[in-house]
């Protein structure tokens, strides 16, 4: 695109304007991803679900970033960035506004399509708002600003499950014992009432979508050229080589990170039916992803309190998943809310994950950098299929039993932090 722009062409009083708007956005990302985690027990009692039934709205959305990666960067060449972020604001619009019929008909497949067109939208947004976050600032305080744009998106992920979870939640409690009492047609209405209370929230967030669509596009963000921002990852290495196949740290990096996403999903969107499980009122669980994603927002604040000054990129990611494997045990050791408090904590251990496997994955990529981060998008899917497989082990044998599979995937993590990400092909 010949009208691209370099972080020197833009003025500091722009530059702010600009990381404002992608600060909202990032925030957007955050309260959408959330609202599975209260929308998988609400669908659970509503639809008449089992345990893996119900993680099918984590899969129909996460599964959606697998599909789309590829297709996402394709599409962003023909229409723009900007207009790109619009496009997906509008996706997630139409994704929202399925739910409308959807609660009417108590229907849980429009639900499902409705969450994929969601991460559809989503897709397509962070594939176009990741590259700003490195052009709109000097290249050596980047890492500081993607910081900022995980505080912003951490924020907005301990609201989503509060705003949302209070008013879909409201009461489950009672419903859920009155339901067991209930005559067919009883139940059908009383059913029917329970997925209504989701059309007043879902209306409001199509209608926002709508508005930061209109806004987006005409906000006036400049176009940018990604393809000037591969050498940034490149090295003599990458000269040598003729396939991304190639790099076995990047397809190393891609595993983990899809470990890393299913791991992440299953710390938020798991602990409330597992609060529940463990005898406590959905009335108090629903609040218990607000305290995972709070996890989040800690260990975003100690990376950038401590990367790189204290700690490297490599130990952050080494201690992150040791202090994963050391929650996950305790928990699986212990019942009832203590349990609960260190799955939470599993959200301080994921904190650092995410912007320490990206790097390293990509590290002397050079110009296969697009096809490597494309890979990595798709490896977002991790959070479809792992807690289904979660899902199926609590429904053999429980939901707390269910947390060991958790185990091995933070032994994976270390490997690649410890050796994994060093392994170079001949």
């Not at 370099?6 to 957007?28: D, M, P, W």
Request: glycine residues 8%; contains cysteine; positive net charge.
């Amino acid at each position: 695109m010949n009208n691209s722009t370099s972080t020197l062409a833009i003025s500091s009083q722009h530059r702010f304007k600009y990381l404002f708007i992608i600060g909202v956005l990032f925030f957007v990302f955050g309260f959408v991803t959330w609202l599975g985690s209260v929308l998988i027990p609400y669908l659970k009692i509503t639809c008449e679900l089992n345990n893996v039934s119900s993680y099918l709205i984590a899969f129909s959305f996460y599964i959606s970033y697998l599909v789309l990666a590829l297709p996402s960067a394709a599409l962003l060449k023909k229409t723009g960035f900007r207009h790109g972020m619009a496009l997906g604001l509008l996706l997630i619009a139409i994704g929202t506004a399925m739910f409308i019929p959807a609660a009417h008909s108590r229907t849980y497949l429009l639900f499902l399509i409705g969450q994929f067109i969601q991460g559809s939208g989503l897709a397509i947004l962070q594939t176009a708002a990741n590259p700003y976050v490195v052009i709109l600032g000097p290249r050596n305080s980047a890492a500081k600003r993607i910081s900022m744009m995980g505080v912003s998106n951490g924020v907005a992920g301990i609201l989503a499950p509060i705003i949302l979870g209070s008013i879909i939640l409201d009461n489950t409690d009672q419903i859920k014992t009155d339901l067991l009492r209930m005559g067919v047609q009883e139940k059908i209405i009383a059913l029917q009432n329970l997925a209504s209370k989701i059309i007043a929230p879902y209306v409001a967030m199509t209608v926002v979508m709508l508005i930061l669509a209109v806004l987006i596009y005409f906000s006036g963000l400049p176009e940018i050229n990604p393809d000037e921002e591969e050498e940034e990852f490149g090295s003599a290495e990458s000269t040598q080589k003729t396939s991304i196949f190639q790099f076995p740290h990047l397809l190393l990096g891609a595993f983990t990170l899809f470990l890393y996403v299913g791991v992440e999903v299953i710390a938020g969107d798991t602990i409330i039916l597992y609060g529940s499980s463990q005898g406590i009122p959905l009335a108090t669980a629903k609040f218990f992803t607000s305290f995972t994603l709070g996890g989040m927002l800690l260990g975003y604040f100690i990376g950038i309190l401590c990367i790189p000054k204290l700690i490297s990129q490599e130990q952050a990611l080494k201690f992150s998943a040791l202090a994963g494997i050391l929650f996950c045990l305790t928990a699986l050791f212990t019942s009832g809310m203590v349990s609960v408090v260190f799955i939470a904590l599993l959200g301080l251990a994921n904190a650092l994950m995410y912007p320490s496997i990206w790097p390293l994955a990509l590290s002397g990529l050079g110009s296969f950098t697009k096809t490597g981060s494309s890979i990595l998008i798709m490896a977002i899917g991790g959070g479809a299929i792992l807690p289904l497989i979660y899902g199926r082990i609590a429904d053999h044998f429980s939901p707390h039993l269910a947390y060991w599979m958790v185990v091995p995937c933070y032994l994976v993590i270390w490997y690649y932090a410890a050796k994994g990400h060093r392994i170079k092909s001949n």
